[in-house]
């Protein structure tokens, strides 16, 4: 049984103090790499996640060539490389402007834009927000002005569903029905009503007076949580978010599938691209979303590692990089969890593991903390611990996440 200890260190909850900011924004790019313990990583702007089947295999190319072989999604659906040689910069930004997957090398770290995967698909939804996506996209890269955005400054554009609404972006346009949106700051309870056919300009003119407030005022912050008293959110109370997320297998409209840890080879993004019909949605959840695609390609997609199947202790898992690519962590976190998930017998509260006190990525809410010691792992929940050895990390971490 789990022991009572300490309670893990929870984020940070929002409040009057802004985080000191003096120092530059390090978040990587496309452009400007990140120096990781195994090699060099790219950090490649996916809006809404759209890609062309000729994207995922300019990337997956890129992947094999430059890098380790393999691509991981974010939590923002963008793609990332790694192990990539110290001068790989220059030919990986060559390959990403001919696959039109660099359309600015200004503003390539300010394309964050995530947006309703199954929008147009299964019949629900006011909006379509990949218009929206592409229309946003193409305004920011216009403006002048959006280079100032911080690199984890975040867009969500949501149909209406509460999807992307549910990721608390710096700034959420919600589609509502009869031609309206809400556009919400930050993580503000109230929002402001706008014309659907003028949610993006409004989405940008939010970005463009945060970044005018902190000029004016002197303030250091990158996201509009951190200084939330910089703009007036809105009179309108916040529709209820379900926060759901797309559901693995076939679906109207097409197929969706997760990535283990959100890391697939590049033969994995081949087939990936071979099997969609209209392009790929990469969700901000570590999935793709395939429209068009039939469902007698499940299999093959399942053979090839990628989870089509809901209800499986995969379901809200997550995980830090670990060893070999961070220098921090104290263990391998990743090959450590995927066979402590397979020997799980069911789906549960969401767990994370972590290679070091820092726990990046970690989710918000109620959830399980597996931490790695050095000499195994810390496995807790609220203010419940117990270290376990890796071998017996599986069954502490299978209690822990029963949510009765």
């Given at each position: 049984?789990?022991?009572?200890?300490?309670?893990?260190?929870?984020?940070?909850?929002?409040?009057?103090?802004?985080?000191?900011?003096?120092?530059?924004?390090?978040?990587?790019?496309?452009?400007?790499?990140?120096?990781?313990?195994?090699?060099?990583?790219?950090?490649?702007?996916?809006?809404?996640?759209?890609?062309?089947?000729?994207?995922?295999?300019?990337?997956?190319?890129?992947?094999?060539?430059?890098?380790?072989?393999?691509?991981?999604?974010?939590?923002?659906?963008?793609?990332?490389?790694?192990?990539?040689?110290?001068?790989?910069?220059?030919?990986?930004?060559?390959?990403?402007?001919?696959?039109?997957?660099?359309?600015?090398?200004?503003?390539?770290?300010?394309?964050?834009?995530?947006?309703?995967?199954?929008?147009?698909?299964?019949?629900?939804?006011?909006?379509?927000?990949?218009?929206?996506?592409?229309?946003?996209?193409?305004?920011?890269?216009?403006?002048?002005?959006?280079?100032?955005?911080?690199?984890?400054?975040?867009?969500?554009?949501?149909?209406?569903?509460?999807?992307?609404?549910?990721?608390?972006?710096?700034?959420?346009?919600?589609?509502?029905?009869?031609?309206?949106?809400?556009?919400?700051?930050?993580?503000?309870?109230?929002?402001?009503?706008?014309?659907?056919?003028?949610?993006?300009?409004?989405?940008?003119?939010?970005?463009?007076?945060?970044?005018?407030?902190?000029?004016?005022?002197?303030?250091?912050?990158?996201?509009?949580?951190?200084?939330?008293?910089?703009?007036?959110?809105?009179?309108?109370?916040?529709?209820?978010?379900?926060?759901?997320?797309?559901?693995?297998?076939?679906?109207?409209?097409?197929?969706?599938?997760?990535?283990?840890?959100?890391?697939?080879?590049?033969?994995?993004?081949?087939?990936?691209?071979?099997?969609?019909?209209?392009?790929?949605?990469?969700?901000?959840?570590?999935?793709?979303?395939?429209?068009?695609?039939?469902?007698?390609?499940?299999?093959?997609?399942?053979?090839?590692?990628?989870?089509?199947?809901?209800?499986?202790?995969?379901?809200?898992?997550?995980?830090?990089?670990?060893?070999?690519?961070?220098?921090?962590?104290?263990?391998?976190?990743?090959?450590?969890?995927?066979p402590a998930l397979d020997a799980a017998g069911r789906p549960g509260l969401p767990v994370h593991w972590s290679g070091c006190e820092r726990r990046c990525g970690h989710p918000g809410g109620d959830w399980v903390d597996v931490l790695?010691?050095?000499?195994?792992?810390?496995?807790?929940r609220g203010e419940a611990s117990v270290e376990v050895t890796t071998e017996e990390m599986a069954e502490a971490v299978a209690e822990a996440r029963r949510t009765t």
């Amino acid at each position: 049984m789990l022991a009572a200890m300490p309670p893990t260190p929870a984020a940070p909850a929002p409040g009057p103090a802004v985080p000191d900011r003096g120092q530059a924004d390090a978040c990587p790019g496309a452009l400007r790499l990140h120096r990781a313990d195994d090699g060099a990583l790219a950090r490649v702007r996916v809006p809404g996640g759209l890609l062309t089947a000729r994207q995922a295999v300019a990337l997956a190319e890129a992947a094999e060539d430059l890098g380790d072989g393999e691509l991981e999604t974010t939590s923002r659906g963008n793609v990332q490389l790694r192990g990539l040689g110290s001068d790989a910069g220059a030919e990986l930004g060559a390959r990403l402007r001919a696959a039109g997957l660099l359309p600015s090398d200004a503003h390539e770290r300010v394309r964050n834009i995530v947006a309703s995967p199954l929008a147009g698909l299964d019949g629900r939804g006011h909006a379509d927000v990949q218009a929206w996506v592409r229309e946003l996209d193409a305004k920011l890269c216009a403006g002048d002005w959006a280079v100032g955005l911080s690199g984890k400054f975040l867009f969500a554009l949501d149909d209406g569903r509460g999807d992307a609404a549910s990721l608390d972006a710096d700034v959420t346009l919600i589609a509502r029905p009869a031609g309206t949106a809400l556009l919400r700051l930050g993580r503000a309870a109230t929002a402001r009503p706008v014309p659907a056919g003028e949610a993006v300009d409004a989405a940008l003119a939010a970005a463009r007076d945060f970044l005018a407030a902190l000029r004016a005022t002197g303030t250091q912050a990158w996201h509009l949580r951190e200084a939330p008293d910089l703009l007036d959110p809105g009179p309108l109370p916040l529709p209820a978010f379900t926060d759901p997320h797309p559901p693995l297998g076939a679906l109207p409209g097409g197929l969706s599938v997760g990535l283990r840890f959100g890391r697939a080879s590049a033969a994995g993004w081949r087939l990936l691209a071979e099997t969609a019909v209209d392009g790929l949605r990469l969700t901000p959840w570590r999935g793709a979303v395939l429209p068009g695609a039939a469902a007698d390609r499940l299999p093959r997609l399942a053979a090839a590692g990628f989870r089509t199947e809901p209800g499986t202790p995969w379901d809200r898992a997550t995980a830090c990089t670990g060893t070999p690519g961070c220098a921090r962590s104290l263990a391998d976190v990743r090959a450590d969890a995927a066979p402590a998930l397979d020997a799980a017998g069911r789906p549960g509260l969401p767990v994370h593991w972590s290679g070091c006190e820092r726990r990046c990525g970690h989710p918000g809410g109620d959830w399980v903390d597996v931490l790695a010691t050095g000499q195994g792992y810390r496995v807790t929940r609220g203010e419940a611990s117990v270290e376990v050895t890796t071998e017996e990390m599986a069954e502490a971490v299978a209690e822990a996440r029963r949510t009765t």
